[in-house]
């Protein structure tokens, strides 16, 4: 009786349908149609042995496990007869060896209950030593030369997928723990972070608390300042900070109630302090670009700032020459602005 509920045709099927999904796809079309095609014949033809052989005794768990494999081998060996410069008109007599070889090696351990592990040896064995006598009787016959051989014997596509397995595991290993260190170092920049907040909320439970230095008071009514600007202003002026005090700039924006911490006399004079200390915007008149530039002259000798505008204009040379003197005379009001400005940033 065949075996019941071994279904070897669409076993071959689905086998076949996952060697067009594997097969390497740097090779032509005619090669992967031969890969495909191999494969399916064995496996069908295998797994019709099986289910019409009654001496077996084969359970369909057995019989599947069996024509696994001759689909797996024929699946890699194919590959490597492509892969070794052997012409195509010798790869179907080496791969029907193969074929018969798994076979007969694969039943008889499984009729004689030899461990799986053991069994799996045993056909890598025999198929490498098949493979081999096949390529040195090529040789032997003067169908292929001594570097084809070499060639031929060196290929090995389970081992190939075997490595590739592997590095991808290991990458996958090592995404992993970078994965696994940046969301470490994250939660524990989270944590100091919630720490540092929690100790400021606690000095300044009490907006006169002596531990509060002059220096976090300044922070702190500069926090407030910047939580009425738009995030791009308040984004310039954090980076004009080293990093701490960015920082702790930002923690004090965040807390809740921030005004009612401060002592109101304390938070009015750090930020008068800070006023200032901001630039003032000046009417642009001729005076003040002169008073600019007299300033400059001062701290400042005069071969140097005639070094900086060596390449202008002479008409911007003629108007930095004349404001040594308090002259005004040359250039329109906005442009000289501009150049008094360049000469001062310049030194």
């Known amino acids: 009786m065949p075996i019941e509920g071994f279904d070897y045709k669409g076993f ?16 032509q079309d005619r090669e992967k149609d031969y890969i495909v095609k191999t494969l399916g014949n064995f496996t069908l033809l295998a797994g019709e042995a099986l289910y ?81 006598q096949s390529i040195e009787e090529l040789e032997k016959k003067g169908l292929i030369d001594e570097s084809t051989k070499e060639k031929a014997e060196s290929q090995s596509n389970i081992d190939d997928m075997a490595k590739q397995a592997r590095e991808a595991q290991e990458q996958q290993q090592k995404q992993a723990i970078e994965e696994a260190e940046k969301n470490r170092e994250q939660a524990q920049k989270r944590r100091e972070e919630q720490r540092k907040q929690k100790q400021v909320q606690q000095e300044m439970q009490s907006g006169k608390n002596p531990a509060i230095t002059q220096k976090q008071l300044k922070l702190m009514s500069l926090a407030l300042v910047l939580k009425i600007l738009s995030q791009d202003k308040v984004t310039t002026i954090l980076n004009k900070f080293d990093s701490n005090d960015s920082l702790t700039i930002s923690q004090y924006m965040n807390m809740a109630n921030l005004e009612s911490q401060i002592d109101g006399d304390l938070l009015a004079g750090c930020l008068n302090e800070i006023k200032e200390y901001l630039p003032v915007k000046r009417k642009l008149t001729k005076e003040n670009v002169l008073g600019d530039l007299l300033r400059v002259y001062q701290s400042a000798p005069r071969e140097r700032i005639e070094k900086i505008i060596k390449n202008e204009r002479p008409l911007v040379k003629r108007f930095i020459s004349q404001a040594y003197d308090g002259e005004y005379s040359g250039l329109p009001l906005k442009v000289a602005g501009i150049v008094a400005q360049y000469v001062e940033d310049s030194i």
């Open 12 to 27: 071959a099927a689905n086998m076949t349908e996952q060697a067009k999904e594997l097969v390497p796809k740097d090779l």
């Open 52 to 132: 019409n052989d009654e001496s077996l005794k084969l359970t369909p768990e057995q019989a599947v496990f069996i024509t696994q494999i001759i689909a797996e081998w024929s699946f890699h060996k194919s590959i490597d007869l492509i892969h070794s410069g052997i012409l195509p008109q010798y790869w179907d007599s080496i791969m029907q060896k193969i074929a018969f070889t798994i076979f007969e090696v694969a039943k008889q351990a499984v009729i004689r209950n030899i461990p799986q592990d053991q069994l799996l040896q045993a056909v890598e064995h025999h198929v490498v030593k098949v493979y081999k």
